[in-house]
Nanobody, 124 residues
Framework: QVQLVESGGGLVQAGASLRLSCAAS????????MGWFRQAPGKEREFVAA????????YYAESVKGRFTISRDDAKNTVYVLMNSLKPEDTAVYYC?????????????????WGQGTQVTVSS
């Protein structure tokens, strides 16, 4: 069973930056991707970003494009998301997930493993 552990969340002011990390207990899949999702209070969980295991392909939600950057470190089995110019509407619990699929990375149902989440709060 693969475990994913997120870290790096916290309370920041609008305009600040945070970098979230997701450490996997082992290399999850030879193919597929790692993704980040978030869930704000009273809202459904939504896609944030995804990166292929090759690192050559990335996807971003329109709401974070240009502000967030997803990356990975193979040697550490870790995926990151650098969040710049944070806004109050970015406040949510952020989850990382792993999938063996090579498509539909924007959908929660595509993912096989999930972390427990890390809280990000952006004050205005």
């Amino acid at each position: 069973q693969v475990q994913l552990v997120e870290s790096g969340g916290g309370l920041v002011q609008a305009g600040a930056s945070l970098r979230l990390s997701c450490a996997a207990s082992a290399r999850t899949f030879r193919n597929g991707a790692m993704g980040w999702f978030r869930q704000a209070p009273g809202k459904e969980r939504e896609f944030v970003a995804a990166i292929s295991w090759s690192g050559s392909v990335t996807y971003y939600a329109e709401s974070v494009k240009g502000r967030f950057t997803i990356s990975r470190d193979d040697a550490k089995n870790t995926v990151y998301v650098l969040m710049n110019s944070l806004k109050p509407e970015d406040t949510a619990v952020y989850y990382c997930a792993a999938t063996s699929r090579t498509y539909n990375w924007k959908y929660q149902s595509s993912y096989d493993y999930w972390g427990q989440g890390t809280q990000v709060t952006v004050s205005s």
